[in-house]
């Protein structure tokens, strides 16, 4: 019994020496970065999923999503955000596909073009839109104006009809965020090889041969990329619609963005929470095509 024992007592392992020591310096390690993050992790409760958490519960009664089903100006909104998100960035995203490959082109006055280019979307959108909406006012705003003295006529009242008015709102957003998308497709098409393009037009092919085959195979993926996530940013713009036209004439021209205000305005803070929770069934498909995009 004697030799058995003292022979499992010399083959149990012993601890090493300072076994101990490092397993209490890893424990300090963890609790010290503990400390570290604990900040970041009261920030994102604090300010992210505090805020969305209470949106959602103020929204959590059915009968708020009755009462917009009921109110038509709601439906109106929901075709409005779909026209606004198939109209306008669909053509804000052709527009920047070709003005990437005019501003790919090594001149100077198109660098200082680019420069001037990228002016309206670098500027704070309030003055911006703001004064555009004072340019189109029916009275003294500079462009009746400058009808009047060619014409001798009276211009349009520019924001009273509500399909122009929309038109001008989609004009202003895609004005205003051209030129980001346009830069990010411009260093999509930097980042091809020169050398294939040399060697197409040895081969004798044009330039929409050159596009076609070079061009669009290489940026397809950013380009479809870029339009998912401009879809989703506009989903939550509202600037370019409140600013110009404050939804109006007759809360006709609202997007899903801005009709949450327009129930603030009115003390219907339920409504409210309840029409950007709405906004959900059009952004997380776009969320998650995206995603399963890129991660192939």
Known sequence: MTATTTIDEAARPKPRPGAGRAGLALSQRQVWGLLFTAPYIAVFLGFVVFPVGYAFWLARSPHLYVELADDPIFLRTVVNTLVFLI??????????????????????????????????????SIPTILSIRFMLNPEWGVINTLIFKLTGEDGPNWLN?????????????????????????????LAIPHELYEAASVDGAG???????????????????????????????FNSVYLLTGGGPADLTHVLATLGIRYLRLDQVGLAMASIVCALPLILPL?????????K
């Open 87 to 124: 109209v306008a960035i669909n053509i804000k995203m052709m527009m920047a596909l070709f003005l990437s490959g005019f501003f790919a082109q090594k001149r100077w006055w198109v660098k200082v073009l680019a420069v001037l280019f990228v002016l309206p979307w670098a500027v704070p």
């Open 207 to 237: 330039a929409w041969h050159r596009f076609r085959f070079i061009t669009w195979p290489s940026i397809s993926t950013l380009y479809v990329t870029c339009t998912l996530l401009s879809m989703i940013f506009t989903v939550g713009d």
């Open 287 to 295: 969320v998650f095509f995206m995603m399963k995009r890129l991660s």
């Open 161 to 189: 009809d509500p399909t122009l008015a929309l038109s001008l709102s989609m004009a202003v957003h895609i004005w205003k965020s051209l030129p980001f998308w346009t830069l990010i497709l411009l260093a999509g098409r």
